[in-house]
């Protein structure tokens, strides 16, 4: 097919997606993914095209008047024919255009930094969660009463209690004669004792090497619980109704979510949405936080999962929504079919997915090694005195027990003999009163 009629395409000026340079013949060199697709469909059909970006600078949102902004804008007034600029297919949005067949399904996803810090300070207890030390000290106090009952009185409770602590820590169990004859019962605790102290051991073997980092947000949930806080902020493309549309979802915490980013006016750019939006920011407080970025995934998988950033950005696998992102005609246009045949082979081709791979690669080369390495996380996993802060505390907390009752043993006798001497001294002086009288 082949027509005269020159097309408008409306898009934004957006890196590694759509980027538009001027050149001396003074049709614009055009790179990136949806560039790259669009030149590819043109190609085929034949046809002569302008490139328009909106004033605005927006995606396109509806107004309380009904008209759009936008790239929906230019569809929706008839200013341009073609719009692509990673455009959701919505109600809303297919009432005002119309679309072509999906060329990226995908949804609502969120990404951030992964944080350095960790907890140093009593880490070795997060070797057992919450329930598994309160069952252990359950078993531990339910089998000192029981031995207590059963050596009737011969032992105290805290002797009982010392004896069984220490052989959870490898030491010899010795009780008196009579607990042979529950051995069920002894051999029972031995096996539990076993058991118990080689599995912390193992794992804080394991922690020893290396150091684990403090629990992640995962989830939309932990997101919003997160950002209710303080600890995280959470940020949307500026000019699309991801906001509101959260705000208008049946979970609390998604409402919740939503309402937080329109006070707050989380938003970024498009632009800086594809180039890179997980900047370390800090608050007017001076406290940092955890920026975390909403969007679609297939471009934080663009910029971050390629190089070192692999381990350094958490890419959520939670979603709030899905959808499809397709080509945005004008009503009335001519030749959707024929645009939509050629998204079909192309995307049958594999070919969209090299242009993704393509843009990934690019990015990744064209950065140096400063830039590489903004994105700080703790990459050296060698034991420093950090990761041995609550070692050295409960040492120094033993020793400083251990000091003070050394010191009441060495005295103690003195204290004794000073106190049978004076009390000796308070009878003679009495009797001596007394012979007086």
């Given at each position: 097919m082949r027509t005269e009629k020159k097309w408008i395409i409306s898009t934004l000026n957006r890196s590694r997606l759509f980027e538009i340079f001027p050149s001396s013949d003074g049709k614009p060199k055009l790179y990136g993914m949806e560039a790259e697709l669009i030149k590819t469909i043109m190609a085929k059909i034949g046809v002569d095209y302008e490139i328009v970006t909106p004033q605005d600078g927006q995606y396109g949102i509806q107004l309380s008047s009904g008209n759009w902004t936008g790239v929906m804008g230019m569809l929706y007034k008839g200013e341009a024919d073609i719009g692509i600029a990673n455009l959701g297919i919505f109600e809303d949005r297919f009432r005002a255009v119309d679309f072509s067949s999906s060329y990226i399904s995908d949804g609502l996803y969120f990404s951030y930094v992964k944080s350095a810090n960790r907890e140093q300070l009593f880490s070795f207890l997060r070797m057992f969660d919450f329930s598994t030390w309160m069952c252990f000290l359950a078993s531990f106090l339910l089998a000192s009463v029981v031995i207590l009952i059963i050596l009737k009185d011969q032992e105290t409770i805290f002797s009982i209690m010392l004896y069984l602590f220490g052989s959870f820590l490898g030491q010899t169990l010795m009780f008196h004669r009579q607990i042979n004859e529950w051995k069920v019962i002894f051999l029972s605790w031995m096996l539990f004792a076993f058991i118990m102290s080689s599995v912390y051991s193992g794992a804080l073997s394991s922690f020893l090497v290396l150091p684990s980092e403090g629990k992640s947000v995962e989830t939309f949930r932990e997101l919003s619980e997160a950002v209710a806080k303080g600890s995280h902020r959470a940020y949307t493309l500026k000019g699309t109704?991801?906001?509101?549309?959260?705000?208008?979802?049946?979970?609390?915490?998604?409402?919740?979510?939503?309402?937080?980013?329109?006070?707050?006016?989380?938003?970024?750019?498009?632009?800086?949405?594809?180039?890179?939006?997980?900047?370390?920011?800090?608050?007017?407080?001076?406290?940092?936080?955890?920026?975390?970025?909403?969007?679609?995934?297939?471009?934080?998988?663009?910029?971050y999962e390629v190089g070192d950033f692999k381990s350094k950005v958490f890419i959520s696998n939670d979603r709030c929504s899905s959808g499809s992102i397709g080509i945005?005609?004008?009503?009335?246009?001519?030749?959707?079919?024929?645009?939509?045949?050629?998204?079909?082979?192309?995307?049958?081709?594999?070919?969209?997915?090299?242009?993704?791979?393509?843009?990934?690669?690019?990015?990744?080369?064209?950065?140096?090694?400063?830039?590489?390495?903004?994105?700080?996380?703790?990459?050296?996993?060698?034991?420093?005195?950090?990761?041995?802060?609550?070692?050295?505390?409960?040492?120094?907390?033993?020793?400083?027990?251990?000091?003070?009752?050394?010191?009441?043993?060495?005295?103690?006798?003195?204290?004794?003999?000073?106190?049978?001497?004076?009390?000796h001294r308070k009878f003679w002086l009495n009797f001596f009163l007394k012979s007086k009288k």
């Open positions: 109704n991801h906001a509101s549309f959260l705000r208008h979802y049946p979970e609390h915490y998604l409402q919740s979510l939503g309402k937080m980013i329109e006070e707050n006016d989380w938003h970024i750019t498009a632009d800086e949405m594809t180039q890179d939006p997980l900047k370390n920011k800090y608050s007017p407080d001076g406290k940092p936080k955890i920026d975390a970025v909403l969007g679609a995934k297939y471009i934080f998988k663009m910029l945005a005609f004008r009503k009335g246009f001519c030749c959707a079919s024929e645009v939509n045949k050629y998204i079909s082979r192309i995307l049958q081709a594999g070919i969209f997915d090299k242009f993704l791979k393509d843009e990934s690669l690019k990015y990744w080369f064209s950065l140096s090694n400063e830039e590489r390495n903004v994105v700080e996380i703790a990459e050296d996993r060698t034991l420093t005195i950090r990761d041995f802060t609550d070692a050295f505390l409960l040492f120094s907390a033993g020793l400083l027990v251990s000091c003070s009752v050394f010191v009441i043993e060495f005295f103690s006798p003195c204290f004794k003999r000073w106190y049978i001497r004076l009390r």
